[in-house]
């Protein structure tokens, strides 16, 4: 694979917030509810703790940036729309719910509802490299994988049922060096880490989901996983999987 992958990086709530957090969570939406007693999570799936209130219209705001690009952003945005019972206000409101960034490295999103715990005016999602100059393929790519997040969606590689036999010593040296240039936390936590299967929503693994990073043959133990798909290769739209589980997670009929 000659491409360079530029990844995105899950934010996490700081371990000290994180009850704060679920009491956010669950005002937002009592389905969020985590049964007393029951452990903590170890952070096409969902973080079912994490789910805006089905019907919800989000507020979305941009801190900086072109306008061309913003308009790009929003477009391609709405595209989850299309199959969620949940909205997109794109303006100008300083306490949106979503806060968007070019300023900041990187490609990234608060988690759901996660989002409510960032105070204005920090962005709640940054989009590190796009540039009037970017193509349309990259632009669908990082705007719809990073609002899958803002409506609660994981990296599919991290869904429960994933069985990707990771050559894990490849994917160290590959993400710690340069354009990511991560730290080894860095990589079990965005990478090797699944979510636990209590507290997520999740399908048998898509590979064309749009959370899912591409994987390069030189990135598995057992290079012919995967056979008869472009594992190493980005996708640029919402798979079929993506269209029919979102509208599970965010209803019509509600």
């Known amino acids: 694979m000659s491409d360079v992958i530029r990844a995105c990086v ?3 709530i700081p371990t000290a917030r994180r009850m704060e957090a679920q009491a956010l969570a669950e005002a937002e939406n009592p389905d969020n509810l985590i049964p007393p007693g029951e452990p ?5 799936a969902v973080d079912t703790r994490k789910l805006w209130k089905v019907g919800r ?3 979305v705001a941009f801190v900086d940036g072109i ?10 945005a709405l ?3 299309e199959f969620a019972n949940i909205g997109l206000d794109f303006g100008d409101n300083p306490n949106a719910e979503i806060r968007i960034s070019f300023a900041q490295p990187g490609s990234w999103s608060y988690i759901g509802v996660d989002a409510l715990l960032i105070e204005p005016p920090n962005p709640t999602m940054n989009f590190g490299w796009l540039t009037p100059a970017t193509n349309d393929e990259e632009y669908q790519r990082v705007v719809l994988h990073e609002f899958g997040h803002a409506l609660g969606m994981i990296h599919e590689h991290q869904n429960p049922a994933n069985e990707i036999p990771w050559n894990r010593e490849a994917v160290l040296d590959y993400y710690m060096g340069p354009p990511n240039n991560w730290a080894k936390h860095q990589v079990e936590s965005n990478i090797f880490q699944a979510y636990a299967r209590q507290h997520t929503k999740y399908t048998d ?3 064309l989901s749009i959370m899912r990073y591409p994987i390069p043959r030189e990135h598995l133990a057992d290079p012919a996983w ?3 798909h472009d594992v190493e290769w980005q996708n640029y739209q919402l798979s079929e999987v993506d269209k029919q589980f979102i509208a599970e997670c965010y209803p019509f009929d509600e």
Do not use: E, H, M, Y
């Open 10 to 12: 899950d934010r996490v």
């Open 40 to 44: 903590a999570p170890l952070s096409g």
């Open 57 to 59: 219209v989000l507020n």
């Open 67 to 76: 306008p061309a690009v913003q308009q790009k952003v929003a477009d391609i």
């Open 79 to 81: 595209t989850w729309t």
């Open 205 to 207: 693994f898509d590979l």
């Open 226 to 228: 995967g056979a008869g």
